[in-house]
T-cell receptor, first 111, second 110 residues
């Protein structure tokens, strides 16, 4: 079983819809992150959380929100999806001072 | 603006050749990490370099961190088809926040 699980793996939706991407982990890490990956741009940080009561904006948080429901769960929401949010989305986790471990991603297409 | 610039973005070479990928910035990083990503999967950490001038080897892969901790390189000796993939560098700027380069898509032809 994967240590960092993202659901769904693929999603196609329409402009204006609300979408939630979910991430759960079994690694016991306190830190969780959401990134998006676009061709030619690498990964960019959207939001990160260092514990259940801590939420921080990353480099590109506009148009996104997050919820840290438990230490093991961190969800990313697009309140009203737009086509330029079409991308690969990755969740990652880490312990303090340790490298980040990534899930296998969600491919999101907004028509 | 891209804080970390990777070059080249695409590289296609024959099996057995050597190659170097560069990761450059005007900013100082507390550490620099190299990842490899396969299609349909997330990035997987290859190595972390922390000290300026540090060199780490992972079989045929050699990673170097610049003396000023602003740049890094990945050198692959005698490339094999199994080395094909997307290579990403990422600099840490504190609080474990990573800044990624654009990636280098490497193809090794048999």
């Amino acid at each position: 079983d994967a240590d960092v699980t993202q659901t769904p793996r693929n999603r196609i939706t329409k402009t204006g819809k609300r979408i939630m991407l979910e991430c759960s982990q079994t690694k016991g890490h306190d830190r969780m992150y959401w990134y998006r990956q676009d061709p030619g741009l690498g990964l960019r940080l959207i939001y990160y959380s260092f514990d259940v009561k801590d939420i921080n904006k990353g480099e590109i948080s506009d148009g996104y929100s997050v919820s840290r429901q438990a230490q093991a769960k961190f969800s990313l929401s697009l309140e009203s999806a737009i086509p330029n949010q079409t991308a690969l989305y990755f969740c990652a986790t880490s312990a303090w001072g340790q490298p980040q471990h990534f899930g296998d991603g969600t491919r999101l297409s907004i028509l | 603006t891209q804080l970390l610039k990777q070059s080249p973005q695409f590289l296609s070479i024959q099996e057995g050749e050597n190659l170097t990928v560069y990761c450059n910035s005007s900013s100082v990083f507390s550490s620099l990490q190299w990842y490899r990503q396969e299609p349909g999967e997330g990035p997987v950490l290859l190595v972390t370099v922390v000290t300026g001038g540090e060199v780490k080897k992972l079989k045929r892969l050699t990673f170097q961190f610049g003396d000023a901790r602003k740049d890094s390189s990945l050198h692959i000796t005698a490339a094999q088809p199994g080395d094909t993939g997307l290579y990403l560098c990422a600099g840490e700027r504190g609080a474990q926040k990573l800044v990624f380069g654009q990636g280098t898509r490497l193809t090794i032809n048999p």
